[in-house]
């Protein structure tokens, strides 16, 4: 038995992978998109699921399946680590929908369709939110009502859990050490983004909070703002605390700002002189900075900055704008190593600076494959 299914499902996707564990190498990969939007072909997850089943027909050998692992987006303070699938873990998924309204739901779904194809099979929930659960109180409490705190669980959590796990494990190999020797900031920038400190192999800050919400600049996600905006704009304009949640999480970011989500396409209008794409280029970049300092400060001793996911895998611009001007802090990019396209683990810091900047493409499928079958082996 050798084959790990992996599930990760958005709000509106289901990404599957199919893995042999032997060579790592990937059987079947596939994603239903658009599920539940008048322009896709699936009406929900649970139909979605069906499809993902029927594609997988051929690639899968059910006597081979050790383990389904899915990807659950939201553990609140319950769970810190992988966990084997039963009922009772289901309830507390369910009852976690608050914080999740959109996300968990759709995990609930498809880990229920799984478990009915798979009877036999052992399911993994691994928790988006798990490695941030060694954060200290200092780094996780908002200051708000005790009520809003105990009785709501209003905390950061923080998100991207698997891949800043995986991306600074993967870094402190490439510096020939172990996890526990080295402190690593990750720069996870794909669509949604976010940055984590991690000192001697734990997440002690990452910039999402309660909900993905907070932090950087993404592609449709405002990040950070005033808390007072959200109540200064229902006044103004009668919005509704869900509409303007929408907004906030949909139609702002580089949307907003530069009229498409999409990096690339911001990149090369502001190369074309576009000044509403340059400014959201700057703005995006200051951002990473001001949480690079936070997290140095945090940190005290930095030996890695590792840039990951679909920007930071790609992009040499924001890259550069990221650390520009931290030189005299010992990071620094090599103008040539930045921009050498490559799909490898590489180094683009210059020989003189202190720090290593690092990329590394992140592999969430296969942190969340070798989680599950690190789950089953302890349990057996
Ligand atoms: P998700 O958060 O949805 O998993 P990814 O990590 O795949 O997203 O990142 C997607 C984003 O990566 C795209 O929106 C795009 O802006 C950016 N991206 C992908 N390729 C490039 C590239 N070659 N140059 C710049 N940005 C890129």
């Not at 009877?119 to 659960?133: E, I, L, Y």
């Not at 923080?158 to 870094?171: E, L």
């Amino acid at each position: 038995m050798n084959q790990v299914l992996v599930l990760n499902s958005g709000s509106s996707s289901i990404k599957y992978q199919l893995i042999d564990m032997d060579d790592r190498a990937r059987l079947a990969v596939g994603a239903i998109e658009r599920i539940g939007e008048s322009s896709g072909a699936v009406a929900d997850h649970a139909a979605g699921m069906k499809v993902v089943l029927a594609e997988l027909e051929g690639a899968l050998d059910r006597s081979q399946l050790a383990a389904v692992g899915h990807r659950v987006v939201h553990g609140g303070d319950r769970f810190r680590g992988p966990t084997l699938i039963d009922d009772e873990v289901c309830d507390a998924v369910r009852e976690l929908i608050p914080l999740a309204p959109l996300h968990n739901p759709a995990n609930l779904t498809l880990i229920e369709a799984a478990r009915a194809a798979f009877p036999d099979t052992p399911q993994v929930a691994v928790f988006d939110t798990a490695f941030h659960q060694t954060l200290p109180a200092a780094a996780h409490t908002y200051a708000v009502p005790q009520s809003w705190r105990t009785d709501l669980g209003v905390r950061r959590y923080g998100f991207h859990g698997t891949s800043h796990q995986y991306v600074s494990r993967r870094a402190a190999a490439m510096l020939g050490r172990r996890p526990e020797e080295v402190n690593v900031i990750v720069l996870h920038l794909g669509n949604g983004a976010s940055v984590c400190a991690i000192r001697e192999g734990k997440s002690i800050d990452t910039s999402m909070g309660m909900t993905p919400l907070e932090g950087l600049i993404m592609g449709t996600r405002s990040g950070d703002l005033d808390p007072a905006i959200p109540a200064y704009i229902a006044r103004q304009t009668g919005r509704s605390p869900e509409q303007i949640d929408q907004t906030l999480n949909k139609e702002s970011g580089l949307l907003a700002l530069a009229g498409s989500n999409d990096l690339r396409d911001v990149d090369t209008a502001a190369a074309t002189g576009d000044e509403a794409a340059q400014l959201a280029l700057d703005a995006y970049c200051y951002r990473i900075r001001k949480y690079i300092g936070a997290y140095l400060a945090a940190l005290g001793r930095l030996d890695a900055l590792v840039f990951t996911a679909g920007v930071g895998e790609n992009s040499p611009t924001i890259r550069a704008g990221a650390v520009a001007g931290l030189d005299h802090l010992g990071i620094a990019v090599s103008p040539k190593r930045n921009t050498q396209q490559s799909k490898e683990e590489r180094y683009i810091s210059p020989y003189w600076a202190e720090t290593a900047v690092l990329v590394v493409p992140t592999d969430e499928e296969i942190e969340i494959a070798d989680q599950a079958l690190a789950v089953l082996g302890g349990a057996s």
